[in-house]
């Protein structure tokens, strides 16, 4: 998914000369061609992300369009006032990258977790966030971010996802995507937690429970329209996030049947990550196990909520 999304910087670049493409100490080889071919919109630093983005801010204010681009937790909270103050409050046309969100740097600890970045960026005024779920959505909405007035997070997977909206011919900014028949269960879903219910969804099926999902690409601004339709015609609701429990997708979506005065507000039950730092090591596998984000733990708590309510 990442290779995706720098391949279409560089294939909006071609065609918009105001874009420009920002890194923050990347790997060698990121972006190579665009490098060599437009050199002049290509800018490589160091480890200094505050000043980057304070650098990119110039650059928008100026007429540009920058892709700023490096791993999610320097990216939001690292940057928290500069993304508040040289961002939001000026409205600017940067487009934020991050590399790694939710549990994806596994390996290399809490400090590098990010799994409060949304709710981080959901207190910015005028800030977008988008978190594709598969690389096809990916390429589908990179071309409209160009357009989009002020700043833009957008929260990238761990790659090689299991590409599942192939077959979907919409694809929007704003928004959601349904997948199933959610009559008994709904799962509302941002990211590749798409993917982990669309299995558990298959599972549903074989104990006869119509199950479907709602997948947010675009988290703020949410899709209150789709979300208030399917929350209508289903029995239950998880939202499903690999991300804190605490303002995340749960909480977008608590406030959404709050603000519309929904009594579909208590079928909601929120699965992610609990207020607490992840200090178990392993992969980005064994840390969604863990914290009951797998397809596997997903599936054992639906079955139990719903044994619940028969009782």
């Known amino acids: 998914m990442r290779k995706t999304c720098l391949d279409m910087v560089y294939e909006i670049a071609k065609k918009n000369n105001k874009v420009i493409f920002v890194g923050s100490d990347?790997?060698?080889g990121v972006l190579d061609e665009f490098k060599k071919k437009i050199p002049k919109r290509f800018i490589m630093e160091g480890v200094s992300e505050q000043y980057l983005t304070g650098m990119v801010s110039g650059l928008a204010m100026e007429g540009f369009i920058p892709y700023f681009n490096t791993i999610a937790t320097f990216l939001t909270r690292r940057n928290f006032e500069q993304n508040i103050i040289d961002l939001g409050l000026h409205n600017l046309p940067v487009r934020l990258i991050g590399n790694g969100g939710g549990l994806v740097y596994a390996p290399l600890g809490p400090t590098h977790q990010a799994i409060e970045d949304i709710s981080i960026m959901r207190a910015i005024p005028n800030m977008m966030i988008l978190a594709p779920c598969d690389s096809h959505e990916m390429k589908k909405i990179m071309p409209q971010t160009v357009n989009i007035n002020g700043p833009i997070y957008i929260r990238l997977a761990r790659g090689g996802d299991k590409i599942v909206t192939n077959k979907i011919k919409n694809i929007k900014i704003g928004k959601a995507i349904s997948f199933?028949?959610?009559k008994d269960i709904l799962f509302v879903t941002t990211g590749i937690m798409t993917q982990e219910c669309l299995e558990v969804v298959e599972k549903l099926k074989l104990s006869n429970i119509k199950a479907g999902v709602l997948h947010n690409t675009t988290i703020k601004p949410f899709d209150?329209?789709?979300?208030?339709?399917?929350?209508?015609?289903?029995?239950l609701i998880f939202t499903v996030e690999?991300?804190?429990?605490?303002g995340g997708l749960g909480s977008t979506v608590l406030e959404t049947l709050n603000k519309k005065n929904s009594s579909d507000i208590t079928k909601v039950n929120r699965i992610g990550i609990n207020n607490t730092f992840v200090k178990k090591y392993g992969s980005q596998q064994d840390l969604l196990n863990h914290c009951g984000l797998s397809a596997k733990k997903i599936f054992a708590i639906v079955i139990k909520k719903i044994h619940e309510q028969k009782t």
Request: proline share 0%.
């Open 224 to 235: 209150e329209a789709s979300l208030i339709k399917a929350s209508k015609k289903t029995k």
């Open 180 to 182: 199933g028949d959610f």
């Open 26 to 28: 990347l790997g060698a």
């Open 242 to 246: 690999e991300h804190m429990v605490s």
